[in-house]
């Protein structure tokens, strides 16, 4: 079997993965591109060419597609390909402050996918489709290498007391009106514990996100603090990758191992990714991270 090529992106995480057509993707192959995904978090794959029925194909390699409009979906309808897009369907640009643009700066904060969601994301796989000229980038912070590092003192703080995630929490953060959309109401209160473990080879990292609103055992001051502390020590900046978008990359990571985020781009310029999350699975070490309580 040959072995993949690979760059690191970042001393502690992250690999560029060279010569590769993610449109060739097979068992194989597969074996490869996931056992270099468990150890380190964040894959780059340049100048792909893939339609969205290859990107569900790869995607599929993963798990199961993550599909938040069920069950509103129509009987017999596609899945279409989320986008995370400010064009609006006469080519034009969404208004930098209309809902639209106000969700897409609530991806600003740093999260992880679908922690809101009864089942959350494993990974999202990230393709590029429309890049901006400045600005747009997508930043990255290692929750493994952070926990690693992390004090004990601080670590003792939070290890063994569930979290609370609320999708409508990351969203008040930008705009409460945006907070009250059905969109953001749709799901109850999800409670994870603090620390994925990951099956595969038993590492940690802290398992929080924007949408994390409150910590047990602590009032509701106290477990905000706690989280914002707890952020910002796996955000630091010996921590963080950031991606500058060039049309064709692909990105895949490991959401049990980093946090994400976009950052800012002039609105009036358009840019356009395209996403799948798949959900995360009992071989995923999702049993673990249900709360005992
Ligand atoms: C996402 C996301 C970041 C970006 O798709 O989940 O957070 O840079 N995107 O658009
Ligand atoms: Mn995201």
Redesign the pocket.
């Known amino acids: 079997m040959s072995v993949m090529e690979m760059t690191p992106l970042h001393p502690r995480y992250g690999v560029e993965i060279h010569g590769i057509d993610l449109n060739d993707v097979d068992d194989a192959l597969y074996a490869q591109i996931r056992a270099a995904f468990e150890e380190h978090s964040l894959l780059l794959f340049r100048e792909q060419d893939l339609s969205d029925e290859a990107h569900l194909r790869f995607g599929r390699y993963f798990g199961s597609v993550e599909n938040r409009s069920v069950p509103d979906l129509k009987e017999g309808a596609e899945f279409k390909v989320p986008e995370?897009s400010n064009i609006t369907d006469d080519g034009g640009v969404t208004g930098e402050m209309d809902m639209h643009t106000l969700n897409?700066k609530a991806?600003m904060l740093w999260?992880c996918?679908s922690t809101f969601l009864p089942i959350p994301a494993l990974t999202?796989i990230?393709i590029a489709r429309v890049v901006t000229k400045e600005g747009?980038a997508?930043e990255f912070a290692s929750t493994r290498a952070g926990w690693a590092d992390m004090p004990e003192d601080l670590k003792a703080r939070i290890r063994g007391r569930g979290i609370w995630h609320r999708y409508g929490n990351s969203r008040r953060k930008i705009s409460p009106e945006l907070a009250e959309d059905a969109l953001f109401t749709k799901w109850k209160d999800q409670h994870w514990n603090p620390v994925w473990t990951n099956p595969v080879n038993g590492r940690e990292a802290l398992y929080i996100a924007s949408h994390a609103f409150a910590v047990d055992g602590l009032d509701d001051l106290e477990g905000e603090r706690l989280i914002d502390e707890l952020t910002e020590f796996v955000t630091q900046p010996d921590y963080v990758f950031s991606h500058t978008w060039n049309v064709g990359d692909v990105l895949v990571w490991d959401q049990r191992a980093v946090l994400?985020?976009?950052?800012p781009w002039n609105y009036a310029e358009p840019r356009k990714?395209t996403?799948i999350c798949i959900s995360a699975s009992e071989a995923d070490g999702l049993d673990a991270l249900r709360p005992q309580n």
Request: neutral net charge; proline residues 0%.
């Open positions: 995370v897409l991806n999260h996918d999202n990230l747009g997508t994400h985020r976009a950052t990714l996403s």
